[in-house]
């Protein structure tokens, strides 16, 4: 069964630092390129990373350049989205998905994403 799971959320002061990590089951993650997204109370979900499996480049919008970092970790199957100086409007709902014909552009624009997971909640805030 093909499945992705998130995991790693929860609530964190304004600076902190979290690790979400995204579990694939039922197909290779190396194989599919991933974003990982986000989805605010009232707002519509955007990109906020994606990583290409075609020669693993790396892409983020510009609000979290410099603070987030993607990655994966081939052997565990898992792709890692590792949030540090967290701001209040971090907070959202995150989500992982990938694509095995999965594009990375610029200005958090991933497309042909297949498979989603339920996502993870991430609160910041005092």
């Known amino acids: 069964q093909v499945q992705l799971v998130e995991s790693g959320g929860g609530l964190v002061p304004p600076g902190g630092s979290l690790r979400l990590s995204c579990a694939a089951s039922g197909f290779i993650l190396d194989y599919y390129t991933i974003g990982w997204f986000r989805q605010a109370p009232g707002k519509e979900r955007e990109g906020v990373s994606c990583i290409s499996s075609s020669d693993g480049s790396t892409y983020y919008t510009d609000s979290v350049k410099g603070r987030f970092t993607i990655s994966r970790d081939n052997a565990k199957n898992t792709v890692y989205l590792q949030m540090n100086s967290l701001k209040p409007e971090d907070t959202a709902v995150y989500y992982c998905?990938?694509?095995?014909?999965?594009?990375?552009?610029?200005?958090?624009?991933?497309?042909?994403?297949?498979?989603w997971g339920k996502g993870t909640l991430v609160t910041v805030s005092s």
């Open positions: 998905a990938a694509g095995a014909r999965g594009l990375c552009r610029r200005g958090g624009n991933y497309y042909g994403m297949e498979y």
